[in-house]
């Protein structure tokens, strides 16, 4: 691969005045192999492979940023779904105590985030499952570093409304023992869930990975605005034509350092995951992105169309990049964590209804948004369902991270800081689901599922 001075000086400019970066590299790593009878033991040696791994990232990572100037922001790991691997140790004392061990590993190794505490559900629940369901309160309010995730559904076998209903009531538990309610922000349920996504709070190492994987999840949402404010009497055609030339470039450079970065760690490379993420830091907001487009505040009419464009041309532009595309790859569109996503919920331009249709076009979903602590289980229940029924109908990857924000109401805010941000309390619609919910069962899966 190649470089031209011309576009040496363009990703220099899209560094120091747009904001692009490496937004994650995650280190997929398998514990499988570590289980053992005695639980002190298996601890130790999950312990010592994860910081042994996660020194070596943070190390490699540094010395990459030196050599190329392009910041690699958030450094990871995932590992196998805990509950795959906890089975012979099934307790809630013991699943405490791993999560702690996990806490501390990360810590030492000076990781941001260790992902993959979780389960794969979408068909049944085993003990094992149901333990992890019944400790993630604890554990998501006592640890600091620890994602957890559960994949209640894919299109081969619908979605497991039993493990959707256990939800609600977990959340809010989580939302009581955990300072401003954060320890909700740290969990999410997903359907049709990749193994290689590299970013927080979704990603494990899944049964079809090897060993250690490296995979990479880029961003770029100034950089696309900057092109977008550049073009803006064009019709759409050419529109998404710019920003596939965008994207296609920031993919090159993302993958160019993953690669790098995989060769010095002496692991296999993943993915490249193009998502285009948000932060609150002023010109990084997927919200404003659209609103260059034309919209005047996102949630106004017309928001999902553009998004759709948005979308179209981030995949297309990625993978005529990369053939080592994966993970998520589309368009995070999280409340707390874009500032353009803030604005439109305070004025009144966004809210749930439109958020949730945006979703159907998006690449993840019901992202990092808050409702009133008082919200009912069964109702957290049913904002869950409806979208990840939009993932098992379409096709497609999507999930939710809600929060219950404990002794909040609709139009107060929660400021977590940092990566997470501040987020508005959304009105939620009184009436409910219960009865339709009590049911239980899973979903059927469509007719697309029978492709074989």
Do not use: W
Request: hydrophobic fraction near 45%; proline fraction near 3%; charged fraction near 20%.
């Amino acid at each position: 691969m190649t470089f031209t001075l011309e576009e040496i000086y363009e990703t220099t400019n899209m560094i120091l005045r747009q904001n692009l970066d490496i937004r994650a590299a995650t280190l997929g790593i398998n514990l499988k192999d570590l289980v053992d009878s005695d639980f002190e033991t298996f601890q130790k040696k999950v312990y010592d492979r994860i910081v042994s791994h996660g020194s070596r990232l943070i190390e490699k990572s540094c010395m990459l940023e030196r050599k190329y100037g392009v910041p690699i922001v958030n450094k990871r790991i995932a590992i196998t779904p805990v509950s795959l691997i906890m089975e012979s140790h099934c307790s809630r004392e013991k699943y405490g105590k791993m999560a702690e061990t996990l806490d501390m590993a990360a810590k030492d190794a000076g990781i941001d985030f260790i992902g993959g505490f979780g389960g794969l559900v979408q068909k049944g629940m085993t003990r094992s499952d149901r333990m992890l369901i019944d400790a993630l309160p604890d554990v998501l309010s006592m640890t600091e570093r620890v994602c957890a995730f559960l994949n209640v559904g894919s299109n081969v076998s619908g979605l497991n409304l039993d493990a959707v209903n256990l939800l609600g009531g977990m959340l809010r538990q989580t939302a009581r023992k955990s300072a401003a309610s954060v320890g909700c922000a740290k969990f999410v349920v997903f359907v049709n869930a990749p193994e290689d996504n590299p970013f927080m709070a979704g990603a494990f190492h899944g049964v079809g990975e090897g060993d250690t994987a490296l995979n990479i999840g880029i961003s770029g949402p100034g950089v696309v605005k900057s092109v977008v404010e550049q073009n803006r009497d064009c019709d759409l055609t050419r529109l998404s034509d710019v920003i596939k030339g965008t994207v296609f470039k920031i993919t090159r450079a993302g993958e160019l350092i993953g690669r790098e970065l995989a060769e010095v760690l002496g692991i296999p490379f993943g993915i490249v995951d193009i998502s285009l993420a948000s932060t609150t830091a002023t010109g990084d907001s997927v919200a404003n992105v659209l609103e260059a487009f034309g919209i005047e505040k996102i949630g106004a009419h017309g928001s999902t169309l553009a998004l759709a464009l948005l979308m179209n041309a981030v995949k297309k532009g990625g993978a005529m990049a990369s053939g080592n595309v994966g993970g998520l790859s589309g368009t995070f569109i999280p409340v707390s964590e874009d500032a353009g996503m803030i604005d439109a919920v305070r004025c009144g331009a966004l809210g749930l209804d439109k958020l949730e249709a945006l979703t159907a076009v998006c690449s993840v979903g019901l992202d990092m948004f808050a409702v009133a602590g008082d919200t009912p289980a069964e109702t957290i229940n049913a904002i869950i369902a409806d979208e990840l029924a939009i993932g098992i109908i379409n096709n497609k990857t999507t999930g939710v991270r809600i929060i219950p924000a404990f002794g909040k109401k609709a139009g107060d805010t929660i400021q977590f800081g940092g990566l997470l941000g501040t987020v508005p309390v959304m009105n939620v619609n009184p009436y409910s689901a219960k009865e339709f919910l009590n049911r239980g069962g899973r979903l059927p899966a469509p007719v697309t599922s029978m492709r074989n």
